[in-house]
């Protein structure tokens, strides 16, 4: 397109309907300790406020961390401040942490030091400029340059400490509209950062204004920042804690301990904390315990696979659909005990079934191999489901997961055995197997799901081996 003063304007107007629509996208957030915290990505949430300079809508960015949240519940003026903000962004693990208890997802942390970056590039691709304010003599002036070799075409529209006389405050202010910079950044720490931006933010020019704590002293080199394989374990805390151990025990030691409090009342008060828990141990439970048993069992798998192939050359493993939580079929495994064509002859077997009822056992069945009836005598047919368990689609303790034909026969309550994962034991497997009736296991399977916790899962774990060696309902 040829670039005619005409085409010029409708590029520009094209650029600022685009940013008008973008400042106006409503941005999907989670509620924690009653304020709204943005759900995004670094780059999307940079693009989003370089939109609102671009279209010129005024907007307040503030951070939220354990810090802000101890501090917040004891001060009414900065509790304002945080709630007059136009975008909160989930700051640090503590909000992560938080979220989860009461089980939700805050996407990225979108914490100012990393974010930083992303907006001195999206500021640069706009030709925005930013204002830095606060700190020390000199850290703000270390930032800017830091940015300014990062980002070369970035416009610095003017640097000033966090240290003014009050009475300077009218001429600092006219100093800051004067830059026309379209993005002010505020690092005078929390609170008093954002109580200056609520005291002063309708004198202020800029559509945008952030506080952004110690920003500044990361990126002048006042105080180096924790190694990048920190902060991958999510451990920032503890490296300012080994910076400045003195100025920051307080805050990470105690305040950590205080904030986890709140954030566990919070979730008591909004999700079911116990059970949030006790799903949390289980799947732990899972991962470690299939883990070091697939480790400890492997020489019992080999020997079993040589077996079963040495018998009739067929497969090792029998996949077969089953019926698991909430009704989600998944595909089984297990050490084939039966004939290949074992499906085949089920049909003509039924009427000679060992159980009546729903679920099919014959005691005496013609489609067990040698190697299967011993397989099955010690349960060692089971445990590949094992990885059944690391995938998820099963638990170590729970009801057996059942066949589909078997769940279309289900009378009144029996569904409700479904209403948790399956699992590689559970309460009648200890207490006699196929010698228990259907219509009993139902019933153990319902009662088990609606008092199941970790305690109860380690006691029927440890009843197990006992159980599998007794042989006492076993075929």
Same mark, same amino acid.
């Given at each position: ?113 990393? %974010?930083?970056? &992303?907006?001195? =590039?999206? +500021?640069?691709?706009?030709?925005? /400029?930013?204002?830095? *304010? ?106 300012? %804690?080994?910076? &400045?151990?003195? =100025?920051? +025990?307080?805050?990470?030691?105690? /305040?950590?301990?205080? *904030? ?112 299967? =009836? ?102």
């Amino acid at each position: 397109m040829k670039h005619t003063p005409f085409n010029e304007f409708r590029l520009i107007a094209d650029a600022e309907l685009e940013y008008r629509i973008e400042a106006d996208r409503t941005q999907t957030s989670t509620d924690l300790f009653g304020l709204p915290l943005i759900k995004s990505n670094q780059r999307e949430i940079a693009n989003h406020i370089l939109a609102r300079v671009g279209a010129n809508k005024k907007s307040t960015v503030n951070f939220l961390n354990a810090h802000c949240v101890n501090i917040q519940r004891n001060d009414p003026e900065y509790r304002d401040a945080l709630d007059n903000s136009d975008l909160l962004l989930p700051d640090g693990i503590g909000m992560e942490i938080a979220a989860k208890l009461v089980g939700q997802d805050l996407g990225d942390n979108l914490n100012g030091t990393d %974010l930083f970056p &992303e907006i001195c =590039r999206a +500021a640069q691709d706009q030709g925005t /400029g930013i204002f830095f *304010f606060g700190g020390m003599p000199g850290v703000a002036n270390g930032a800017a340059d830091w940015a300014a070799t990062h980002f070369a075409e970035l416009r610095i529209a003017g640097v000033h400490s966090g240290y003014y006389a009050p009475e300077n405050e009218e001429a600092l202010i006219e100093r800051i509209n004067r830059s026309r910079a379209g993005i002010v950044l505020v690092g005078l720490g929390v609170p008093l950062q954002e109580k200056w931006i609520a005291r002063n933010r309708h004198r202020i020019d800029a559509p945008v204004v952030m506080g952004v704590g110690g920003l500044f002293d990361y990126y002048s080199g006042r105080i180096p920042r924790a190694p990048k394989i920190v902060r991958t374990c999510k451990s920032e805390w503890v490296w300012r %804690l080994a910076m &400045e151990p003195r =100025r920051m +025990a307080k805050r990470y030691i105690w /305040g950590n301990a205080t *904030f986890m409090a709140h954030a566990c009342m919070q979730a008591i008060t909004i999700a079911e904390l116990g059970s949030r828990m006790n799903a949390f141990a289980k799947r732990s439970m899972d991962i470690i315990g299939a883990s070091l048993a697939i480790l400890a069992l492997m020489p019992i798998f080999i020997a079993t696979a040589l077996s079963i192939r040495s018998e009739d050359k067929g497969p090792v493993f029998f996949r077969q659909i089953r019926v698991g939580a909430d009704g989600t079929p998944f595909s089984m495994i297990k050490f084939r005990s039966m004939f290949t064509d074992a499906e085949a002859r089920r049909a003509a077997l039924l009427a000679k079934s060992d159980r009546t009822g729903t679920c099919f056992k014959m005691r005496d069945d013609p489609r067990i191999t040698r190697t299967g =009836r011993f397989i099955r005598r010690f349960s060692i047919d089971e445990l590949p489901q094992l990885f059944n368990v690391l995938g998820g689609s099963m638990s170590l303790v729970g009801p057996r997961p059942a066949l589909s034909s078997e769940v279309c026969e289900y009378r009144g309550s029996q569904w409700e055995r479904l209403g948790g994962k399956p699992g590689i034991t559970c309460t009648w497997q200890v207490r006699g197997r196929a010698e228990i009736p259907f219509e009993r296991q139902a019933i153990m399977d319902r009662a088990y799901l609606k008092r199941t916790n970790i305690w109860i899962d380690l006691k029927l774990l440890l009843s197990t081996p006992a159980a599998v060696l007794s042989g006492k309902g076993a075929y």
